[in-house]
């Protein structure tokens, strides 16, 4: 793709996917303009960089649509000087947006194949603060501290009360939960040391999380 059209396509895609999904903060749809998407996007599907769905990375996973990974970036509201946790890696592009907006992100990718490339990808784009450690993010993470921001690239059943565990008071944790046809984008909130708020903010389906756990919904 020339560069002339790489800038149309990557123009195409703010105005006519994410600004409609309501993501109209001019701090993310900057840092949407400038972090290369095409670059963390398999060499197959490079035409596919600006599309609106989910690209495939091999493995199982995926790349979440732009405007799922614009709306997320938007509703966390980081502030800069903050820690983030991203469970999930993939090829590395939520890392990158994220990093642009607070002080360290350390995300965690299952796949250890993954996780090469999105530090390769990482290291080309120019983006530092970023920590990428090949881990299974369903685990206890206890001996890492407390984070100021969580985010799931990814969905899970419920919101995991390992990860909660680990945010600071004013912390929030964001990933899309529930089961198909019915998601939602829900954001959890420590206001206090013992008490954490979760509001549902809206409808999304996103693939599934390696690792954490499904609970039937059937009883006999």
């Known amino acids: 793709m020339e560069l002339s059209n790489i800038a149309q396509a990557r123009f195409n895609m703010i105005e006519q996917q994410i600004r409609p999904w309501n993501v109209l903060d001019a701090r993310v749809l900057e840092i949407l303009s400038v972090v290369p998407r095409e670059d963390f996007v398999p060499a197959a599907h490079h035409a596919l960089a600006f599309a609106d769905l989910e690209i495939p990375l091999g493995h199982g996973e995926c790349m979440l649509a732009p405007r799922m990974e614009a709306r997320l970036l938007q509703d966390l509201q980081l502030q800069g000087h903050e820690r983030v946790l991203e469970v999930g890696t993939g090829s590395g592009y939520m890392a990158a947006l994220l990093a642009q907006q607070c002080a360290s992100v350390l995300s965690l990718e299952i796949n250890p194949s993954l996780a090469a490339v999105a530090r390769a990808n990482l ?17 206890s993470l206890a001996t890492e501290g407390l984070f100021d921001a969580i985010v799931l690239s990814g969905s899970v059943q419920q919101l995991p009360q390992h990860l909660l565990d680990l945010l600071a008071v004013g912390g929030r944790l964001i990933a899309v939960v529930g089961d198909e046809p019915i998601m939602c ?16 903010l809206w409808d999304a389906n996103a693939p599934r999380l390696h690792g954490f756990a499904e609970h039937s919904h059937f009883h006999f």
Do not use: F, H, M, Y
Request: net charge positive; aromatic share 0%.
């Open 123 to 139: 290291q080309n784009a120019g983006i530092g603060k970023v920590e990428v450690r090949v881990a299974d993010g369903a685990q």
């Open 185 to 200: 984008a829900t954001l959890a909130t420590r206001v206090g040391p013992a008490e954490v708020r979760s509001v549902k």
